[in-house]
């Protein structure tokens, strides 16, 4: 299974970017897609996650600003991210974690927070 991530782009500070991770199989398969970030110079770090049963998790920097959400039918997991601020600013990564614990990451987004 290959992991895809597309949506990034250049945003001005408030906006809004939904990020999309296009799985090349089904998505069934994994009890836990996420996204994660890493910025220049700083360590990945988890944004949110999605379990199979539908219960997210979301960094306390995000709370409030971000929604993942999933759609089976076609495979993707999703970001919306709202009020884009600078610091939100890095390369976005599609994570999943099949049931028996393999492990899949795309190849990252780029975003860019920016005026």
């Known amino acids: 299974v290959q992991l895809q991530a597309f949506g990034g782009g250049l945003v001005q500070p408030g906006g ?3 990020l999309s991770c296009a ?10 897609m996420a996204w994660y970030r890493q910025a220049q110079g700083k360590q990945r770090e988890l944004v949110a996650s999605l379990t199979s049963g539908g219960l997210p998790n979301y960094v306390d920097s995000v709370k409030g600003r971000v929604t993942i959400s999933r759609d089976n ?3 993707t997991v999703y970001l919306q ?7 939100d600013t890095a390369v976005y990564y599609c994570y999943a974690r099949e049931v028996g614990d393999r492990i899949y990451w795309g190849q990252g987004t780029l975003v860019t927070v920016s005026s």
Request: hydrophobic share 40%; proline share 4%.
């Open 23 to 32: 799985a090349s199989g089904s998505i069934f398969r994994f009890s836990v």
């Open 16 to 18: 809004s970017l939904r």
């Open 81 to 87: 991210v709202n009020s884009l601020k600078p610091e």
């Open 73 to 75: 039918a076609k495979n």
